[in-house]
């Protein structure tokens, strides 16, 4: 009984060793001593292990012993186990020297052990020393749209109050977040305006959105249909990489990112013609016609011509619009539908025409006013000498055209003649002298034109002619009382094809742009017979 007894004290002081180095080893990574203690405690309790091995010594000596025992021989036994009794101290040195083995091995086994639990528990408190909690921000917005298809709206919402809430205790107010917000302007302005205390951890995650000023906003707002695809991005002003250093001072990880949104849900209104019924006028000569809003149905609407309405010609385009008094909402919830258009365009028609060519004038009209520039010119002969004969030859045109819409006349059509005067006057001497003189005149109308109706329109009236005063005096013919007065004539007209050019063309060069429509052999003045030709030709005549 003793020797069992001995056996259970034995096995309660090797379970307290290992409570103990379990203890140990828990307790390891604050310090290692408590290792060493152990291994001097464990070889001080080597009887107790001795007498372990006592007992299995002859627990095992009883199995080999024969089975069969007689009342006679038990006398024998006694002196058997008696034997074995005073053997026992001859084996003590053998036992206790396994133990001490044993327990060495066991010693450095728990060393071994505590090392390994220190590094575990070192690269533990690492992780967590250095492990960030991570945070989605798109979590948090929320993407809605409202009105109608083709005019729907966008708004988003970043919930605050479920961020705040959920992430409260994943931002943190480190050290290095109270050093940083001393050091930066925004995140102090942050502070005074939202009320924020850098030692209240609940306000990390606020102070983290105002200072950084994380926000964000959509591609479109207004304008959409269903099927559009819209987005959300973030914004902030700092770039991502100083975003993650900032987060990283709260210990934390920030993830955002584009948020794609498919419109839906848009609710369908009717659609009516807004220009059904809508009447444009024109007035003026093309091309200085002006355009003028002749009608509109009473549908709610307002009506404009957008740009210049001035200035137009037959075959220019001018666009209404419509305007909405308070906006298209508004309109649809009024009237239930809206409109399909928001401009329409309106070709100018039916406008007189200025003309831009000669050409373009009809041939009957032009003999009109050739037919009149000639009783014009008559007209100037009023007080020459009787007996003379005047050639009135038409010779061709300058036609100019205005450059812009502003300058007036629009167009000058300028007729020109060239005149060949003839006359036999008496000189001094009573004796027939054959003069002749030729000159220029012209006749201009402006703004010639075409009617509505396409018919060609000028004013008889609205003319200009030459006034220029042109007088020519014969050398060698003397007339009159006094032989040194030579025989005179005043005409109206130019006396070269250049003067009128110079007159209108070179004058107006600046404004007008201009054709030349002049049948130079028409306009050559022949030159002046010599005393040979003359007496060539009468010699020819005889």
């Known amino acids: 009984m003793e020797n069992e007894k001995e056996i259970v004290t034995a096995e309660s002081e090797a379970e307290k060793t290992e409570e103990t180095a379990e203890e140990v080893k828990a307790e390891a990574p604050a310090e290692e001593a408590p290792a060493e203690e152990a291994k001097e405690e464990t070889k001080e309790e080597t009887p107790a292990e001795e007498a372990k091995e006592e007992a299995k010594a002859e627990e095992k000596a009883a199995e080999e012993t024969p089975s069969k025992e007689t009342k006679d021989e038990a006398p024998a036994k006694e002196v058997k186990d008696e034997a074995k009794t005073e053997t026992k101290p001859e084996k003590k040195g053998s036992g206790k020297k396994k133990a001490i083995i044993g327990i060495g091995a066991a010693a450095v086994a728990l060393v071994v052990i505590a090392v390994i639990v220190i590094i575990a528990i070192v690269a533990i ?25 083709g005019y729907g709206k966008a708004t988003y919402v970043f919930d605050e109050d479920r961020f705040y809430e ?26 005074m305006l939202y009320d924020i205390d850098v030692n209240d951890k609940k306000d990390a995650a606020k ?48 993830n955002y990112s584009d948020i794609e949104y ?19 006028s024109f007035s003026g000569i093309s091309p200085n016609g002006q ?12 009506y404009s011509i957008e740009g210049d309405n001035k200035g137009l010609k037959n075959g220019d385009e001018i666009t209404v619009k419509i305007q909405y008094p308070y906006g298209v909402d508004e309109y649809i919830s009024d009237y239930e539908k809206v409109p ?41 002969t009023y007080n020459w000498v009787e007996g003379f ?62 009617a509505p109706d396409g018919s060609f329109v000028y004013s008889e009236k609205d003319y200009y002619k030459t006034k220029n005063d042109l007088n020519v005096e014969w050398d060698g013919v003397e007339t009159g009382h006094y032989s040194h007065i030579p025989y005179r004539l005043h005409f109206i007209g130019y006396e070269k094809l250049d003067d009128i050019y110079n007159a209108y063309i070179t004058r107006n060069i600046e404004n007008y742009k201009f054709e030349e429509n002049i049948d130079e052999s028409l306009a050559a003045i022949p030159e002046e017979d010599t005393e040979e030709d003359v007496e060539e030709n009468e010699e020819e005549t005889e």
Request: proline fraction near 2%.
């Open 389 to 450: 004969s005047l050639d009135i030859n038409y010779i061709g045109n300058y036609f100019l055209t205005a450059k812009d819409s502003v300058s007036s006349p629009n167009n000058m059509l300028v007729l020109v003649y060239k005149m060949h005067y003839e006359n036999t006057v008496k000189d001094v001497n009573k004796k027939d002298v054959d003069i002749y003189y030729d000159y220029y005149f012209y006749v201009n109308w402006d703004d010639v034109q075409f």
């Open 291 to 302: 355009a003028l809003i002749a009608d509109y149905p009473d549908n709610g609407l307002y």
């Open 262 to 280: 498919t419109v839906s849900g848009l609710q369908e209104v009717p659609r009516f013609d807004p220009f059904d019924g809508v009447e444009v």
């Open 166 to 191: 959920e992430n409260e205790n994943k931002f943190k107010m480190s050290n290095a977040i109270k050093k940083y917000v001393n050091d930066n302007e925004l995140f102090r302005w942050g502070l």
């Open 340 to 380: 399909d258009l928001e401009s329409k365009a309106f070709k100018v028609e039916g406008l007189g025409e200025y003309l831009t060519s000669a050409s373009q004038i009809p041939e009957s009209a032009l003999e009109e006013m050739k037919a009149q520039s000639n009783d014009i010119i008559l007209g100037t």
């Open 207 to 254: 102070l983290f959105i105002v200072g950084t000023e994380l926000d964000g906003g959509l591609s479109q707002y207004s304008g959409l249909s269903n099927g559009d695809v819209i987005t959300f991005s973030w914004d902030s002003n700092y770039d991502d990489e100083e975003m993650d250093q900032i987060a990283k001072k709260f210990k934390v990880k920030v």
């Open 125 to 149: 408190v690492l992780a967590i020393t250095l492990h960030r909690s991570k945070v989605n921000m798109n979590d948090y917005i929320t993407i809605e749209t409202s009105g109608y298809n």
